[in-house]
């Protein structure tokens, strides 16, 4: 009998992963808010995946933070900032031996979680999957891309990988996946930050290269300082790359300001501000970024944390 995966946080990436463990035939519970997201969530009857021009209803068990059963591999897809909290509520079931799938943008939230449960393994990923919610329980994959997975402590691949495999869920095993974070916060903060301030989709910023190129000399070396210099390599070449590739998407930053919607700053800008302040580096241009961006979302009524 594989081992049941409990999957806490579904929204986006948490039903896109869902769906698709579920459709390989593994089994797959959903750890909802509480008991009114659940009754909700037992009217939908299920989950529906979203691919191209087909969907499908995938049936999958729901539970609230309070069931009893023990957990045993947790794949965690809240936000950053929520991913704390959530785990907590659930920490008593975890069996002595269970793992945890960390799956938060950024950094930061990863160690406050595997801080929380010492005796547990934690598992990094990184993605660029894309993924968006196109109302409750109904997920649209919108862009196929690969997660990374990584153990910061060392140690093996899992064997549970053959489980993605399974699914369809493209991903590799990583024995730097700091790295992996770290460039992927770079790559965020050079462009989410000023695709906001300029109101623009990520091509917009071509307008802006002398802006973007400043960004990454500073960000390279804060990731040469902080230990991961194969992060900085061709950095300001790959952001220019991604800025053409995704000339016309609008940033997921800009798109939770459009929305209305918390940000995840503090793990992205503020975490790279706060490691440049440790190194003592000077990052005047960061922190400069950091603060426009903060005044722009207070001026928007939205956390600047
Ligand atoms: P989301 O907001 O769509 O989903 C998060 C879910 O967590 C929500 O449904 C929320 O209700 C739930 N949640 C929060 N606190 C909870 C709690 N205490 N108990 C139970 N559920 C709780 O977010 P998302 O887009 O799926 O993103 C998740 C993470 O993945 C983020 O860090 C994001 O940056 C990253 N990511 C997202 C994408 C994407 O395309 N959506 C791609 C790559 C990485
Ligand atoms: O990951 C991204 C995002 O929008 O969050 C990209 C497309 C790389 C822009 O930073």
Redesign the pocket.
């Known amino acids: 009998m594989p081992t049941p995966w409990h999957i ?9 992963w869902s769906a698709r463990l579920a459709r390989a035939g593994l089994p797959v519970t959903l ?3 509480n008991g009114a ?1 659940l009754q909700a969530y037992q009217a939908a009857q299920g989950v529906t995946l979203v691919e191209g021009e087909h969907s499908q209803l995938i049936p999958i068990r729901a539970q609230t ?1 309070e069931a009893d059963e023990p957990v045993q591999r947790l794949l965690v ?4 900032y ?1 991913a704390e ?2 785990v907590r ?1 659930i920490a008593g079931r975890l069996s002595p031996d269970a793992e945890l799938i960390l ?4 950094l930061g ?1 990863q160690q406050i979680v595997a801080d929380l449960v010492p005796r547990n393994r934690c598992i990094f990923a ?8 196109q109302s409750d329980w109904r997920v649209v994959f ?2 196929q ?1 690969q997660t990374w997975l990584g153990d910061t402590s060392g140690g093996e691949a899992p064997q549970w990988l053959e489980e993605l495999q399974r699914s369809g869920i493209a991903h590799q095993w990583s024995p730097n996946i700091l790295s992996r974070l770290w460039r992927k916060l770079a790559l965020n903060c050079a462009i989410n930050p000023l695709t906001v301030l300029h109101d623009c989709r990520n091509g917009g910023l071509q307008a802006h290269s002398g802006e973007v190129g400043t960004l990454c000399t500073e960000l390279s070396r804060l990731l040469e300082d902080c230990g991961h210099p194969e992060a900085a390599i061709d950095l300001t070449a790959e952001v220019n790359r991604v800025i053409q590739a995704t000339a016309n998407n609008f940033s ?1 930053m800009h798109q939770d300001v459009t929305q209305g ?1 918390r940000t ?1 700053i503090s ?1 992205l800008l503020g975490y790279a501000c706060a490691a440049a302040a440790n190194h003592q580096l000077a990052a005047p241009h960061l922190q400069a970024l950091q603060q426009r961006l903060s005044n722009h979302l207070k001026q928007r009524g939205l956390p600047c944390n």
């Open positions: 806490l946080g579904a929204g986006s990436m948490g039903m896109l750890i909802l808010r997201r933070p897809t809240c936000k950053a929520d909290h959530a509520q799956l938060q943008n950024g939230s990184s993605s660029t999957e894309g993924a968006f919610r919108a862009g891309g997921s919607r995840e793990y």
